[in-house]
């Protein structure tokens, strides 16, 4: 049965780190590019990373070029590392494949989603 699944998120200090998994099952990430997402109260949607279905290709969101570092695990999983957070990282992240092998930042792009997993940044 396909699903992907999210962990790793909680409550951390800023500037600290939290390492996001995204485990895939029914081979949704074989052959597709993964992406994480993020939404905060309030707020639309919007692009974390994105990664081709080999491993090679990344993209990321100026928000969080430099800090945030995608990876992935062959067809079997996704992560995202997340250094140097701050308060603005706070959301609920989001973990999807691809419609297609190549990296993309549009929502539309992606086909299957995770339910999501919290982040909290505070103090």
């Known amino acids: 049965q396909a699903n992907l699944a999210e962990s790793g998120g909680g409550l951390v200090q800023p500037g600290g780190s939290l390492r996001l998994s995204c485990l895939a099952s029914g081979h949704v990430l074989d052959g597709y590019s993964g992406g994480w997402f993020r939404q905060a109260p309030g707020k639309e949607r919007e692009f974390v990373a994105a990664i081709d279905r080999i491993g090679i290709y990344t993209l990321y969101a100026d928000s969080v070029q430099g800090r945030f570092t995608i990876s992935r695990d062959g067809k079997r999983a996704l992560f995202l590392q997340m250094n140097n957070l701050n308060v603005e990282d706070t959301a609920v992240y989001y973990c999807?494949?691809?419609?297609?092998?190549?990296?993309?930042?549009?929502?539309?792009?992606?086909?299957?989603w995770g339910r999501g997993t919290q982040v909290t940044v505070s103090s």
């Open positions: 999807a494949s691809g419609r297609s092998g190549v990296q993309k930042a549009s929502s539309s792009e992606y086909g299957f």
